[in-house]
DNA sequence: GAGCTAATAT
DNA sequence: AATATTAGCT
């Protein structure tokens, strides 16, 4: 692996806050820290300098403004088009806002006023988003990841990747705070999950809360589950009235598809035991048992780590950030005409 | 507050 | 295209 992971100069820090004082504060903090450091007090230039040299900024310290969406913006398009790692800091760190930076991508948050051994620490985040990045394209290859950067010399790297990612049996990772992209991919198994919930529940019983508390999967929202939830019925809806349509051309619609509990799905991947496929070419789940690895099995999906606040086999999600080939994304295969 | 649906936003 | 969020309603 080639790691030209430390610039010469020190790590390229990009400060934007709308106070100008503060900025040449942090400024001497940063240099004292032996980072290299340009400061901004406006949204619009730090961006333009961003996309001018994004490939020269290691990390973004951004203030939150008092109009918390310019910060925000800056945060989503950051971490969404550059992914560069962002910290931001602020005087208020009442926990519903540093949870709306952190679940929007943010690496840190650090809070007003500043201590000089925190700017110090906050190196590591650069390389937890490089670990991380090459962590998810060569799954075979983390023992040399962690090897290189141990023989840099940067303890507390290994240190936040052995804490950072944790994976168990199942390649399903077990935070959340693992992953980058801040939007939940359903994959096979979490939609398996989903299944499994919806049918030991009753399609016509299952609700969110209901489906949520049943999935057992760390951080995951009934938001979500809604939302999925949702587009889930609307699946059901249109693949009964396709089995249904021609049948009755022109005299009567059948809008209500309160058919059965028979639950038909179309996956994009072919490999499961609980699965066979029927003449439309749909796959029909047959088993309506749990997955192994989901609720009710005497699973336990302890791997000794520190947060572990679900003693009864909760998981996180599992999304991947970068999947191109989707393989393990659920397809919802709707009628094309 | 929870849930549903449709519409809209990202 | 998939997911998230919002609005209007029961």
Redesign the pocket.
Same mark, same amino acid.
């Given at each position: 692996m080639d790691h030209e992971l430390w610039p010469s100069g020190g790590l390229r820090v990009l400060v934007i806050d709308n106070n100008p004082s503060y900025l040449s504060v942090m400024e001497q903090l940063l240099i004292k820290c032996s980072y290299k450091v340009t400061t901004y007090n406006n949204v619009r230039e730090a961006m333009s300098f961003i996309y001018g040299n994004q490939q020269t900024v290691d990390l973004i310290i951004c203030d939150a403004f008092f109009p918390t969406e310019d910060s925000l913006l800056i945060l /989503?398009e950051v971490t &969404?088009k550059f992914d560069i790692p962002t910290v931001i800091m602020s005087s208020n760190g009442d926990t519903r806002t540093v949870m709306k930076y952190i !679940?929007n991508g943010a690496s840190d948050f650090l809070i007003k006023p500043m201590r000089i051994e925190e700017l110090k620490n906050i190196w590591q985040h650069v390389f937890r988003k490089k670990i991380g990045a090459e962590h998810r394209k060569c799954n075979s290859a983390q023992h040399v990841d962690q090897l290189s950067y141990r023989s840099m010399g940067i303890n507390q790297a290994t240190t936040a990747l052995d804490s950072e990612i944790r994976e168990n049996n199942n390649g399903t990772v077990t935070d959340i705070r693992d992953l980058k992209k &801040? /939007?939940? &991919?359903?994959?096979m198994q979490l939609h398996r999950q989903f299944i499994a919930a919806v049918n030991s529940l009753g399609v016509d019983k299952?609700?969110? %809360? %209901?489906i *949520?508390e049943l999935m057992k999967v760390k951080h995951l !929202? /009934?938001? #979500?589950v809604? &939302?999925? *939830? #949702?587009?889930y /019925? *609307?699946h059901l809806r249109n693949s009964t009235q396709t089995l249904h349509k021609d049948d009755t051309p022109s005299s009567s619609s059948h809008p209500s598809p309160n058919e059965s509990s028979i639950l038909r799905t179309q996956l994009n991947n072919s490999s499961s035991d609980s699965l066979y496929i029927d003449q439309d070419g749909c796959m029909e789940i047959t088993d309506y048992s749990l997955p192994r690895d989901d609720l009710s099995s005497g699973s336990n999906c302890m791997l000794g780590e520190r947060n572990n606040y679900s003693p009864e086999g909760f998981q996180d999600f599992r999304?991947d950030p970068d999947k191109q080939g989707s393989e393990t994304?659920? *397809?919802?295969?709707?009628e094309a005409e």
């Open positions: /989503r &969404s !679940t &801040s /939007r939940l &991919s359903w994959t299952a609700v969110p %809360k %209901k *949520l !929202t /009934r938001e #979500q809604a &939302s999925h *939830l #949702q587009k /019925r *609307l999304w994304t659920y *397809l919802w295969n709707f």
